[in-house]
């Protein structure tokens, strides 16, 4: 089971891509949970202790050289375009409460015209991590596609677009909708963050009309407190748990055909 | 005077930067706003009609070819590093209500080894906005200052960095906060969005403690219900106004001492 999540800035992607990875790893599967947005933390929002000191993949600047041929920064005209990553995830990952993690750092956005060593690692890395490897991968994004391609699109089980009750947020969905069939990518779905009222709850709906709806997470004050008062996010708000569950009931049939290496432990649902 | 605008994705900055704009422009400035931020919509939150339809210049093709002598997308080695821009502002700013906007579109992050014509582009007309024009110029980024380098950082007279009540707002400002010493800009400071409590203000401040605080601006439903509801979202709060009035003022010395080319109308404040 592939998913990525993406969407407009601020809308709880990081919070979603949390949750989901704690609620597959108790129930038993085999979790790698990728970051893969600069202005997101999420390791700091699954608890990992010193998540400010991580360093992500895209500044490990020897071993871009040694994979690729090129040091990021230079101006070299050639590298290799299929670097080795094979090794990369058992190496580069870190662990904590059963989930493992990988920090991508900054991918450069934009045309075709534009390849650097840096941006040639991360896509590597990203493609095996969704065509080869065979556990629950959870890919937490920008507010684009930029780490997914025509090769890795298939790969992708659900690409799911978190939105808020806002026009923003919904233009920002309609823009990677737009992006997914691009590339290929058939599996989008939404799922509404920080709904307040059941008007909010409407306006998503009216204004999303060709999407298909995972589901609804209310706002909840808690989740707030808890992030000032520097406590766990993923476990401060009952009610925002109850509704990723869910969620994860509805993502769940997909798994059922793929290979997704689930552990021998009891099912808790 | 030259306004930077910055912060995590969500905090609010196209807010900030178009009531800037309209309280700049109605106090008899000339302005000139720059949505350089892709994930956000700076003309739709001014009311520019059709905002969804504008083409930004990071695909203009045929300009970025003219001017730089490279197709974007093609793998040139060889193109000009420092394209005429000079008159791309008056071809190809809009105007709504008094206000000049320039849409850049996607920048390409990242390493400096990675250059396009799109980037050269982009960061040339960034460079002749913020050194070279006279008017009150306010640039809406991202969640970081990837348009502005050493050259740029004089010119530039606050650096503002919006955050929210939320640890990942504060974690995203240290770093702004960073990438702002690295370029020798010392101009920082921040405004706080969406309070809903006192508690909410001294966790910014307590979290905060090196920067200055130019204003606060409260949570108010009433601009959710008016963008939900699709009205306009500079007008929908006088007390989100009124704030940013207050940062205004405290803005406007900054203006003293520089070329501002303000018209002859009376004096509101």
Known sequence: MKIAISGKGGVGKT??????????????????????????????????????????????SALIEERT??????????FKLNP???????????????????VMGRIKKGGSGCYCPENVLLKALVSHLLLA???????????GIEHLGRATAKAVDK???????????VETAYRIGKLAQDIGLPNVAVVGNKLRSQSEREFLIS??????????????QALVDADL?????????????TEVRNI?????????GTKHNKLDKEHKW
């Open 15 to 60: 919070l979603l891509a949390s949750l989901l990875s704690r609620i597959f790893v108790e129930d038993g599967y085999s979790v790698l949970a990728i970051d893969a947005d600069p202005d997101a933390n999420l390791a700091a929002t699954l608890g990992f202790p010193h998540a400010e000191k991580i360093t992500p993949i895209s500044e490990m």
């Open 69 to 78: 041929g090129a040091r990021p920064g230079q101006a070299e005209i050639y």
């Open 84 to 102: 080795k990553v094979d090794d990369l995830p058992e190496k580069y990952c870190l662990e904590y409460n059963g989930i493992r993690l990988i």
């Open 133 to 143: 490897r065979d556990e629950v991968v959870i890919l937490d994004m920008e507010a």
């Open 159 to 169: 690409l799911i677009v978190v939105v808020e009750p806002g026009r923003r947020s």
């Open 207 to 220: 204004s999303l009309p060709g999407f298909e709806f995972l589901g609804f997470i209310p706002y909840d």
């Open 229 to 241: 008062a520097n406590l766990p996010l993923v476990e401060s708000s009952q009610q925002i748990i």
């Open 248 to 256: 994860y009931r509805v993502l769940l049939p997909i798994t059922s």
